[in-house]
């Protein structure tokens, strides 16, 4: 069921779809297009935004005389440098992971990493239950600097070209959704993945980083809907936080 989050901006009607309840992350979201109307057009056909991991844009719809505008995504599931999409809930999710990610492990500058931008992949790694993720120094514009590696690699650093592959960050989504969590994190970050959970998580100089695990946030969820049936009843509850809402990983 599709979620609909809707406000005004310079007298125009925004909407912005999703099939899960972020409430947080479409809120901020919207915000900031808010914010970035009182600098330039943002209902120009050629405006886009680079919002944390993902791009969006306005698309102008006409229901009979009414004009509004519809958030759009790149559609990272298929080709996001060809296709858009008005379900906004994958880039949401991942917004959320990052922010959980970077709030809990108190990482005051995070490191910007766009969907386009590249990681170094070790194929042998895309479907071994236990990697890593290793970010360096970026090499050119572009380049992410993270690279995607088997855990206890007997041959780490003697791989030939044809070992590995470089794709875009988005692709994560189709072999380790989890990984996309870390992304923002600083130079020198590893992290550590069985399967699609993450296991350990340290900054540069090894020292280990928190970070919320998956029991974490189901026992946030279950808080929430808790809270939501007792206001539902006549009581009162919290509004969600990030951790809350990233559920559907």
């Known amino acids: 069921?599709?979620?609909?989050?809707?406000?005004?901006?310079?007298?125009?009607?925004?909407?912005?779809?999703?099939?899960?309840?972020?409430?947080?992350?479409?809120?901020?979201?919207?915000?900031?297009?808010?914010?970035?109307?009182?600098?330039?057009?943002?209902?120009?056909?050629?405006?886009?935004?680079?919002?944390?991991?993902?791009?969006?844009?306005?698309?102008?719809?006409?229901?009979?005389?009414?004009?509004?505008?519809?958030?759009?995504?790149?559609?990272?599931?298929?080709?996001?440098?060809?296709?858009?999409?008005?379900?906004?809930?994958?880039?949401?999710?991942?917004?959320?992971?990052?922010?959980?990610?970077?709030?809990?492990?108190?990482?005051?500058?995070?490191?910007?990493?766009?969907?386009?931008?590249?990681?170094?992949?070790?194929?042998?790694?895309?479907?071994?239950p236990d990697v890593y993720m290793n970010r360096s120094e970026k090499t050119k514009n572009g380049d992410s600097g993270w690279y995607f590696g088997l855990l206890n690699d007997e041959n780490e650093g003697k791989h030939e070209p044809d070992e590995l592959m470089t794709v875009p960050t988005y692709e994560l989504m189709k072999f380790r959704g989890e990984a996309l969590r870390v992304l923002q994190m600083p130079v020198g970050t590893l992290a550590v993945f069985h399967d699609n959970l993450m296991t350990a998580l340290v900054d540069k100089d090894d020292n280990p980083l928190e970070f919320t695990t998956a029991d974490d946030r189901r026992r946030a969820i279950a808080q929430r809907a808790a809270a939501e049936a007792a206001q539902q009843s006549g009581g009162e509850s919290d509004s969600p936080t990030a951790a809350d809402e990233t559920a559907g990983e």
């Open 1 to 128: 069921m599709m979620i609909t989050f809707e406000t005004e901006i310079n007298n125009k009607k925004v909407k912005l779809y999703t099939n899960a309840r972020l409430q947080n992350a479409a809120t901020a979201l919207l915000r900031t297009f808010n914010q970035l109307s009182q600098q330039t057009n943002i209902f120009s056909p050629n405006f886009a935004l680079n919002y944390g991991w993902a791009r969006y844009y306005l698309s102008k719809r006409q229901d009979k005389n009414f004009v509004y505008y519809v958030v759009q995504t790149a559609d990272y599931k298929n080709d996001p440098f060809k296709l858009r999409t008005d379900d906004c809930t994958d880039p949401l999710i991942v917004q959320n992971m990052q922010v959980d990610t970077n709030m809990k492990a108190n990482v005051e500058q995070p490191e910007p990493t766009l969907y386009s931008d590249t990681l170094l992949v070790l194929k042998e790694a895309i479907n071994a």
